[in-house]
């Protein structure tokens, strides 16, 4: 058969041919040539050159791959599916070796086992669509990473319990979960272009908690066989708490763009259901749906009405709710669980102090307004896209003492409005200045100095609670006038 080349690839391909000859080692021109071979179905000349590559570099894996394509159209999937296997080998989460593997796959009538890597190439790569693909699978790419739906339990449903987790007779898996079809509203899988939105470079200050997530579930994932070796595990329970307006929330958001596994955050609204037992069956259903999903980052926002302190709440509904998250962590103890649970709050006094029993958030971190530091990378942060003369960070730092992160952010917006209002007055567009900035941060008072008040007065506060040696730690240390 003699295949047509259109002109376009005629030109394309003498042109990279050209450039080879300059370079005949350059692996990436070699690779574009082969590319180009199998897109015209020269898999001949293609082979031979990404066999050549391998002489160079033999462990380079878009050319073991590209042969493995090359097998795939010569119409041998064994073949095909050893190399690919060996590209995987290299790097499990390679995404354009498990497509091929679930064509292959197809190929040889195991449509599960296609569905299989089509998935695993579909969250490893946020960008990946294969509309042939998804047609013969019937499953789309978006089906693909959405969070796997744990198995149902085969115990009956029961909620009647009301018992401590604390003690051995606690029943929690009596839950059962038939015909019940809980899903997120926020998961992430990694390869999600809409999780890196926000990162740790969005927030300023907080390096013990970015570095503390990133012990926790970063350099795990990085380096298994480390952890191994030094008998750590991946994930935990950090609590974050601290004034309103200093980024918990935002740090919780950035976490999704930082982490490189499944994250999955949970509005309350998705767990406080009227239905005696049903708030119980949702928790449960999120901790099951973290760990089908593990390694997996948990994020509950907000956490103190789901984790209230037992001794302060009357309905006894709401009570097996807090037992309940606490069964839960609990079940989370074992070496192989793989899922970090990170809970913020602004009301630390509130939690119920079981949550901070070893196993459970055993670490708890204290979130202070912005210091000098964080503060300028905060206001660096809000001028970014911003119209603004001769911005003079340092001196708005030495205005903003203990402002908060949102303090800050209202300064901004104040005096973004106050500028567009004069310049739709004046008809003539002009800058935020730098004078604007320092009288509307004059204008305004720390919004977290009334959240110190509050706690002092206090009797955990002034019952020493260890909870709290970091607020008395921060209230105590001399700072700059
Ligand atoms: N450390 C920070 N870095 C950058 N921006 C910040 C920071 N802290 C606060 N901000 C700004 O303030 C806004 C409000 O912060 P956020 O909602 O995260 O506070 P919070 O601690 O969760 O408050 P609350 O306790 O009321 O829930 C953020 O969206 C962001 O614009
Ligand atoms: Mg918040």
Redesign the pocket.
């Known amino acids: 058969m003699c295949a047509v080349t259109p002109p376009r690839q005629m030109s394309r391909l003498s042109a990279i041919r050209e450039a080879l000859a300059q370079s005949p080692q350059n692996i990436s021109l070699l690779l574009l040539f082969a590319r180009e071979c199998i897109d015209d179905l020269r898999v001949d000349e293609a082979r031979e050159v990404l066999e050549s590559v391998l002489v160079i570099d033999p462990g380079q894996i878009d050319a073991q791959l590209g042969i493995a394509r090359v097998l795939y159209l010569q119409g041998d999937l064994s073949g095909a599916a050893v190399r690919a296997e060996r590209v995987l080998q290299r790097d499990p989460n390679y995404a354009p070796a498990h497509l091929l593997l679930s064509r292959v796959s197809l190929g040889e009538g195991d449509k599960a086992r296609a569905i299989e890597h089509f998935d695993r190439a579909a969250q490893a790569d946020g960008t990946l669509s294969d509309p042939a693909l998804e047609r013969e699978l019937g499953r789309t790419a978006r089906d693909a990473r959405r969070p796997a739906t744990p198995a149902a339990s085969e115990s009956s449903p029961s909620f009647e319990f009301s018992s401590d987790p604390d003690s051995p007779d606690y029943d929690v898996d009596s839950l059962g979960e038939e015909d019940f079809d809980w899903r997120p509203e926020t998961f992430y899988a990694p390869g999600d272009p809409e999780r890196a939105r926000v990162t740790f470079q969005?927030?300023?200050?907080?390096d013990q908690l970015k570095e503390e997530i990133r012990l926790k579930i970063i350099y795990p994932l990085q380096h298994p066989d480390l952890y191994k070796a030094y008998g750590r595990k991946t994930g935990g329970g950090i609590m974050i708490y601290?004034p309103?307006?200093?980024?918990?929330?935002?740090i919780l958001r950035a976490v999704a763009g930082e982490v490189p596994c499944n994250y999955l955050a949970v509005g309350l609204h998705e767990i406080f259901d009227p239905y005696w037992g049903s708030s119980e069956r949702n928790l449960h259903q999120v901790f099951e749906t973290a760990r089908a999903n593990a390694p997996c980052v948990l994020v509950f926002d907000?956490i103190d009405s789901l984790a209230l302190d037992r001794r302060n709440v009357r309905e006894a509904q709401l009570r097996n709710l807090v037992n309940q998250f606490l069964h839960e962590l609990d079940g989370l103890r074992g070496d192989n669980q793989r899922v970090l649970v990170i809970g913020?709050t602004?009301q630390p006094s509130q939690i119920d102090p079981a949550f901070r029993r070893p196993g459970r958030f055993d670490q708890a971190i204290f979130?202070p307004p912005?210091d000098d530091k964080?503060r300028a990378q905060?206001i660096e942060?809000l001028a970014r896209d911003k119209p603004i003369s001769h911005l003079d960070t340092a001196a708005l730092v030495r205005r903003t003492r203990e402002f908060?992160?949102?303090d800050l952010?209202w300064v901004f917006d104040r005096a973004a409005e106050l500028t567009l209002s004069a310049a739709i007055q004046s008809g003539k567009s002009r800058p935020i200045t730098m004078d604007l900035l320092v009288q509307v941060a004059g204008s305004h008072s720390p919004s977290a100095a009334s959240w110190f008040e509050g706690l002092k007065s206090l009797p955990q506060f002034a019952a020493e609670d260890s909870l709290f040696n970091d607020v008395r730690k921060f209230l105590n240390a001399p700072r700059s006038k």
């Open positions: 969005d927030v300023g200050g907080m601290g309103p307006g200093c980024g918990k929330t935002l907000e913020s602004n979130v912005p964080a905060i942060l908060s992160g949102a952010k």
